[in-house]
Structures are given as structure tokens and as C-alpha cells.
């Protein structure tokens, strides 16, 4: 087992999907890992995909189609199970072929993308699940190793600069523009990078949430190299 996860309060580690599934988030931890060393050529799968734009979505059928060898199969059944499991769990996940993500340049003074470091929000009770099969991997972060962009004062008089309206709305501006959801990571801050493999699944900000929502961003890809991420 990874002592880089284990020794962290933010992190619960599971043996299994129904324990990924079945635990509570409670206390510091907002983050639980399947952790996982997986077997299978998941690179012989990304080699075969066709990209079709930035961000493509490998649909089973696409994974079926591929002629692997017997590492590719062992990894092309991995990720179908993965899917099935999540699936029968009540999720929607998406399998995606990344080569990047949409940047935000609209403002110079904050960065409202997924390469931010931010939470997820949703008005009912769910959670994020992800495994990053091929690429770069995620990071998440400690919720006290980092601040609302919003509440920093230079950032939040440009905010309200742009907001120019009365006070009274300012936070709903902050909500309905996604501003409030994104961090800045202190000067000591210690990311911890997801890895390759493992099944996470990420504290959701909404309102029967009993802990404080888990810090994420999606990494810088590696030059030439394509992610292959689940996501729901």
C-alpha cells in the first residue's frame, strides 16, 4: 500500500468497489482510493483510439473494436468492468481519450478552468469518481493548505469590480459565474498526485455534505502523451 496515501487524514484507502462505495466520508478525509495495481497495456489501448477532438469519449463498443494483444485485453477488461460497476452503482461514467482541456484566459486575474484547483458542486447527494488509466494523473489537496480565490482581497475587488452591482448579490454572482469554487494553494502547500490506476472518489460540494468538499485539479499533460481518464 502506498504510504504517500495512507499517512494522509484527507485520504480513506478501500480494498474494494463496495467499500468505495458503502464508506462515509467523515472528519478531514473527503477523498477514498481503490487503491489498485493494475495489470494489462493500457498504452496499446490509447495507441489504437482515434482522437477526434481535444476531448473524445471511448464509448465500450470503441474498446470492443480493438485488436489488443493479451495486455491490452487484460487492460481493455479492467476498464469495461470499471464501467459496469459504476454503471450497476447508479453512476454515469465516461470514459474520455484527452489530449487537453479548454483553458480560461478571459480574465488575467483568475483562472476559472479544470487546471485550477477547484470542487465539484451539485444540488443532489453524489460524488466524483475517477481513475486515470493512461497520463498524467490528478491532484487533490488538503482543504487547509489552500484558500477561496474569491476571499483574497486583490481577487475579490477585481470580482466585484467586474460584479458592479449591489452587494446584496455579489455572492449569488460569485455562484452563478463558478468563481466561489475555485482555490488558490498556499506558498507550503503539498499536492497529492492521484496516480495511475487507482479508483477515487471526491467529497462533492452540496448541501447534505457532511464534510468539506475535495480540492482537485486536472494536471498539465505530458507533452505528446494522451490521457485516458474515467470520470462521473
Given at each position: 500500500m502506498n504510504p504517500t496515501f495512507s499517512n494522509?487524514?484527507?485520504i480513506g484507502?478501500?480494498?474494494s468497489f463496495s467499500e468505495?462505495?458503502?464508506t462515509d466520508f467523515k472528519g478531514e478525509t473527503n477523498a477514498l482510493c481503490w487503491y489498485r495495481?493494475?495489470?494489462g497495456d493500457f498504452a496499446a489501448i490509447v495507441s489504437q483510439l482515434q482522437l477526434k477532438e481535444n476531448i473524445t469519449e471511448v464509448t465500450p463498443n470503441d474498446l470492443l473494436a480493438l485488436q489488443l494483444s493479451a495486455e491490452g485485453i487484460i487492460a481493455r477488461d479492467i476498464i469495461l468492468n470499471d464501467l459496469q460497476l459504476l454503471t450497476d452503482f447508479g453512476a454515469a461514467p465516461v470514459l474520455n481519450l484527452l489530449k487537453c482541456y479548454e483553458r480560461d484566459d478571459e480574465f488575467d486575474f483568475i483562472a476559472t478552468d479544470v487546471y485550477s484547483f477547484h470542487v465539484d458542486r451539485s444540488p443532489i447527494a453524489t460524488d466524483t469518481f475517477l481513475c486515470t488509466y493512461h497520463g498524467a494523473a490528478s491532484d487533490i489537496i488538503a482543504n487547509d493548505q489552500a484558500v477561496p480565490k474569491a476571499q483574497i482581497p486583490e481577487i475579490r475587488a477585481q470580482?466585484?469590480?467586474l460584479h458592479n452591482g449591489p452587494e446584496i448579490e455579489f455572492e449569488d454572482f460569485l455562484k452563478e459565474n463558478y468563481f466561489d469554487l475555485h482555490y488558490q494553494a498556499q506558498p507550503n502547500a503539498?499536492?497529492?498526485n492521484l496516480g495511475i490506476g487507482h479508483l477515487?472518489?471526491?467529497a462533492v460540494d452540496h448541501p447534505t455534505q457532511q464534510v468539506p468538499p475535495c480540492i482537485h485539479r486536472a494536471p498539465i499533460e505530458?507533452?505528446?502523451e494522451y490521457r485516458l481518464l474515467l470520470i462521473c
Amino acid at each position: 500500500m502506498n504510504p504517500t496515501f495512507s499517512n494522509q487524514k484527507q485520504i480513506g484507502i478501500v480494498t474494494s468497489f463496495s467499500e468505495l462505495i458503502d464508506t462515509d466520508f467523515k472528519g478531514e478525509t473527503n477523498a477514498l482510493c481503490w487503491y489498485r495495481n493494475l495489470e494489462g497495456d493500457f498504452a496499446a489501448i490509447v495507441s489504437q483510439l482515434q482522437l477526434k477532438e481535444n476531448i473524445t469519449e471511448v464509448t465500450p463498443n470503441d474498446l470492443l473494436a480493438l485488436q489488443l494483444s493479451a495486455e491490452g485485453i487484460i487492460a481493455r477488461d479492467i476498464i469495461l468492468n470499471d464501467l459496469q460497476l459504476l454503471t450497476d452503482f447508479g453512476a454515469a461514467p465516461v470514459l474520455n481519450l484527452l489530449k487537453c482541456y479548454e483553458r480560461d484566459d478571459e480574465f488575467d486575474f483568475i483562472a476559472t478552468d479544470v487546471y485550477s484547483f477547484h470542487v465539484d458542486r451539485s444540488p443532489i447527494a453524489t460524488d466524483t469518481f475517477l481513475c486515470t488509466y493512461h497520463g498524467a494523473a490528478s491532484d487533490i489537496i488538503a482543504n487547509d493548505q489552500a484558500v477561496p480565490k474569491a476571499q483574497i482581497p486583490e481577487i475579490r475587488a477585481q470580482l466585484k469590480a467586474l460584479h458592479n452591482g449591489p452587494e446584496i448579490e455579489f455572492e449569488d454572482f460569485l455562484k452563478e459565474n463558478y468563481f466561489d469554487l475555485h482555490y488558490q494553494a498556499q506558498p507550503n502547500a503539498q499536492p497529492t498526485n492521484l496516480g495511475i490506476g487507482h479508483l477515487w472518489r471526491l467529497a462533492v460540494d452540496h448541501p447534505t455534505q457532511q464534510v468539506p468538499p475535495c480540492i482537485h485539479r486536472a494536471p498539465i499533460e505530458n507533452d505528446g502523451e494522451y490521457r485516458l481518464l474515467l470520470i462521473c
